[in-house]
């Protein structure tokens, strides 16, 4: 789908869709409870569309209800090889590894786009270690066998994701695990959030230091209705918008206590000079000055475009550094993020692990490309709020695998004259 979007800044209010990472641990934690649940949760992206019918297939029933999906956990797994889609979330393939493991499942795994080429070691390592049989045909990922035994390791600046799909999965093993994480941790607040909901579903773990330790014999018991909270990842778009725009643009729905690790362009909006007005639920971004910032991306990946976006219209020159892990996501992120800009008329230049960025008062517009990567897309339509001409956008449908509205929501903003 190519789209016109009109150059120029933006005003108004949106409402944050729910949050994608919170949200997918909580479904799991559902199909693998002790009792059925409400999860309200909206729309379904397509990365949590995958992940319900992933766990469907291991035998969890979802109805959908007025705003969320009603869940009654795994009671028997069915037989035979059980085919999981999980299209192109790294988030349900990697959560979802070892629970299939725990069930002692016969498994495939699809995966589409560049799902294939996004990094599964050391994680598959450790689960082949602890008794899985796990191969790869191409889009298929083969799995069989069931996991056992007390004591795992994983780095900490691989992903996130693999802690945070061993402490959901340990907790259903027969005896008790210790996980040591090894080395420096990336992306932690992934990790905080995920322990967050383990406690709200009452799973016991101690953590002390670099090492966890999970009483095993246990399964989740969350809330009968659960609200799932405002994504701050998707917010932090239109937020971005605001500190481009006098008016100023404000996002309802959000935790200003919440551990999403997102929740740091708070802190990145206001280094890049903007002014901020948070209450309750709401935060308010208005333009004040544009100054030229240093992003460090090590614990916040996902903000990356948005700030290059901002980068690419600030005073100075910017710098993105330790975004190395951002070349295996939905596209080489570094190398789109700098083509899409460029493509703009940005004056920027990739590293490495990072991007400089030589910001300009405006940029020109002009033909792009989202690179079928959401994130890349949604920055598009920041940066085209400081362009003087029209942004047409090429692939703006891939926006589909987080936040399926985002287009109607940013059509919703208004102009300034």
Same mark, same amino acid.
């Given at each position: ?22 949200? /997918? ?6 199909? #693998? ?20 019918d992933c766990l469907a297939a291991l035998g969890a029933a979802f109805i959908r209800s007025d705003g969320g999906v009603r869940i009654r956990p795994i009671r028997s797994v069915p037989g035979g090889e059980l085919f999981l889609p999980c299209g192109e979330s790294g988030s349900t393939l990697r959560f979802l590894l070892p629970v299939a493991g725990v069930l002692g499942v016969r498994a495939v795994f699809e995966r589409r786009g560049r799902l294939g080429r ?88 101690? /953590? ?13 018991? #969350? ?53 901020? #007005? ?95 990567? /959401? ?37 919703? #903003?208004?102009?300034?004259?």
């Amino acid at each position: 789908m190519t789209l016109d979007l009109p150059g120029g800044p933006r005003c108004g209010a949106v409402r944050a869709p729910v949050s994608k990472s919170a949200a /997918h641990r909580y479904l799991i934690c559902a199909a #693998l409870g002790a009792q059925s649940c409400e999860i309200r949760c909206g729309e379904l992206s397509a990365d949590l569309r995958a992940t319900a019918d992933c766990l469907a297939a291991l035998g969890a029933a979802f109805i959908r209800s007025d705003g969320g999906v009603r869940i009654r956990p795994i009671r028997s797994v069915p037989g035979g090889e059980l085919f999981l889609p999980c299209g192109e979330s790294g988030s349900t393939l990697r959560f979802l590894l070892p629970v299939a493991g725990v069930l002692g499942v016969r498994a495939v795994f699809e995966r589409r786009g560049r799902l294939g080429r996004r990094p599964l070691a050391p994680l598959t390592d450790e689960l082949v270690r602890h008794g899985m049989t796990i191969t790869e045909e191409g889009e298929l990922l083969r799995c069989s066998g069931r996991l056992s035994g007390s004591d795992w390791t994983l780095p900490g600046d691989v992903s996130s994701q693999f802690i945070s799909a061993l402490l959901m999965t340990l907790p259903l093993l027969d005896g008790d695990s210790r996980l040591t994480v090894v080395g420096s941790i990336e992306s932690a607040p992934y990790i905080a959030l995920t322990e967050q909901i383990l406690g709200e579903a009452a799973i016991r773990f101690s /953590h002390a230091g670099a090492v966890y330790t999970v009483p095993g014999g246990q399964r989740p018991a #969350l809330p009968q209705l659960v609200d799932v909270e405002g994504d701050w990842s998707s917010a932090a778009v239109f937020l971005a918008m605001g500190a481009l725009s006098p008016e100023g643009v404000a996002v309802r729905g959000l935790s200003l206590d919440s551990l999403q690790a997102d929740r740091a362009v708070l802190a990145l909006l206001r280094a890049f000079g903007a002014e901020l #007005l948070e209450e309750a639920d709401r935060v308010l971004v208005r333009q004040s000055s544009r100054r030229a910032f240093c992003f460090d991306a090590s614990q916040t990946p996902d903000l990356v475009p948005v700030a290059a976006a901002l980068g690419a219209l600030a005073d100075g020159e910017t710098r993105i550094i330790n975004a190395a892990r951002l070349r295996a996501k939905e596209s080489d992120r570094l190398r789109t993020t700098c083509a899409m800009l460029a493509s703009l008329g940005a004056e920027i230049r990739e590293l490495p692990d990072g991007l400089v960025i030589w910001g300009k008062s405006s940029l020109s517009g002009g033909a792009a490309e989202s690179f079928a990567d /959401h994130r890349v897309a949604m920055a598009a339509a920041v940066a085209a709020c400081g362009c003087t001409g029209n942004v047409r956008l090429r692939g703006a449908d891939c926006v589909g695998k987080s936040y399926p509205r985002f287009w109607d929501d940013f059509g919703s #903003l208004g102009g300034l004259a």
